[in-house]
């Protein structure tokens, strides 16, 4: 075994990055935004400007991103930043009232889900030309994480972080087991090191890979499809019905976790409560297992089909402005001080991502193993060369993303057959695009 930047990293972690990085201790917060108020602004003329910008999140978030507008605010003391927050459900709950009545903030947290849904509804300004006018610098995002935020030739948000999907394992468990993950291990390979692990180890070797929404996108994009298209679903009924009868199937045979047992868990998580192996999740949210659990856990490769590509892509929250803001300019120089000052960055860490400029991504030097785990497994990953573009996701995409994990649920617990489930699922995602 080897250091590298505090973490215990495999010798055989070579240039074709095979091994694991590991992850300790710690916890992360949550992502974040909100909504609220009335109005595109209000100043006029050479006096104040007050601009409303709004996100979701943990108090954590609250307290950076309060701290990062107070640096703005000195900057640029003739704009004043009108705070707005809440948790993310009851975000996006206001946030459609608002942008219904024609009021939504000036500045707002946003993420892919929601760019052609709030496009399509004329509420999201094309922040290019606020680039073009020298508001805002779109140069210096790292490893093409700037595409997360365009839909066609439009730039409709700026990235404030990056993640990845990634495979969060209990190392003591793969360990005693004899299982070392390689990058370009296949989904054949990930099977049987799960079916050991429940021979040897006696417990399950998963949480439930196939109820997630973004981890079924890898699997498509391996096989040349996507979970969307640029205006519906990237695969078909009978793809998801075999997606949906392997994975029941592995419930049955102990592979995966009793989805039962791992509600009665809940919050915690079932890989940190011990009643699996591993789990799949977007790197970032990985700290929270060595806080919760009492082992040890580390980020393993993506299980491939071609023993190449994983079909990962950075996924991202950013910022978007309101195309109807009466500062369109103070709104833009605001969110270019948010994701390339570097104060800003130091301030608000990896609690975003891994932040998404050079600029603040150099200001900030974590020091605990936990966030240097998550960059290094994301640099690693990019280094890999597999990273691909992120698809755009059609309007409707959060209602179907939450309907797939609510009917994959169903068919864990047994209680929905898989090809009657994925009939369901196609008819709830033609009505969410019709909406």
Excluded at 90 to 103: C, D, L, P, V
Aim: with cysteine; glycine share 12%.
């Amino acid at each position: 075994m080897r250091r590298v930047e505090g973490l215990t990293v495999p010798t055989n972690w070579d240039l074709d990055r095979r091994g694991l990085l590991k992850v300790a201790g710690g916890s992360l917060a949550a992502l974040g935004l909100t909504a609220a108020g009335c109005g595109g602004g209000s100043g006029s003329g050479d006096g104040p400007v007050t601009l409303r910008y709004a996100w979701w999140g943990g108090e954590p978030r609250t307290v950076a991103i309060k701290k990062s507008i107070a640096l703005f605010e000195k900057k640029y003391p003739k704009i004043k930043i009108k705070p707005e927050f809440t948790d993310y459900e009851s975000f996006w709950e206001k946030f459609q009232t608002q942008a219904s009545g024609g009021n939504p903030p000036d500045v707002f947290q946003n993420s892919v889900a929601f760019l052609r849904k709030y496009d399509k509804r004329g509420v999201l300004m094309d922040l290019k030309s606020q680039a073009d006018a020298g508001n805002l610098n779109l140069k210096g995002f790292r490893n093409g994480v700037l595409t997360a935020g365009q839909v066609e030739s439009k730039q409709l948000g700026i990235p404030v972080g990056a993640n990845t999907m990634s495979l969060v394992i209990d190392l003591k468990v793969f360990k005693k087991a004899g299982i070392a993950p390689e990058m370009g291990w296949t989904w054949d390979d990930y099977f049987d090191a799960l079916q050991k692990i429940q021979d040897t180890q006696k417990i399950a070797g998963d949480t439930g890979y196939f109820t997630i929404m973004y981890l079924y996108d890898l699997y498509l994009r391996q096989n040349g499809k996507a979970f969307f298209t640029d205006t519906e679903l990237g695969f078909t009924e009978a793809d998801l019905t075999q997606w949906w009868t392997d994975g029941h199937k592995r419930v049955k045979s102990g592979l995966v976790a009793d989805p039962k047992k791992i509600e009665q868990v809940k919050p915690k998580s079932g890989l940190s409560a011990g009643l699996a192996a591993s789990e799949f999740t977007w790197d970032n949210f990985s700290i929270r297992y060595a806080g919760e659990g009492e082992s040890d856990y580390g980020l393993a490769p993506i299980p491939t089909t071609d023993g190449k590509d994983t079909g990962q892509y950075l996924g991202s929250l950013m910022l978007s402005a309101f195309t109807g803001t009466k500062h369109p300019k103070e709104a833009a120089q605001f969110i270019d001080f948010m994701v390339h000052d570097p104060e800003v960055g130091k301030i608000m860490g990896y609690d975003r991502g891994i932040l998404a400029t050079t600029e603040q991504y150099e200001a900030y030097k974590p020091a605990d193993a936990n966030n240097k785990g998550v960059a290094a497994y994301e640099d690693e990953v990019a280094a890999a060369g597999v990273l691909g573009k992120i698809t755009p996701h059609p309007s409707g995409a959060d209602v179907i993303e939450a309907a797939f994990l609510r009917i994959g649920g169903e068919v864990a617990q047994g209680k929905s057959k898989p090809a009657a489930a994925a009939k369901q699922f196609f008819g709830e995602a033609k009505a969410a695009f019709a909406g």
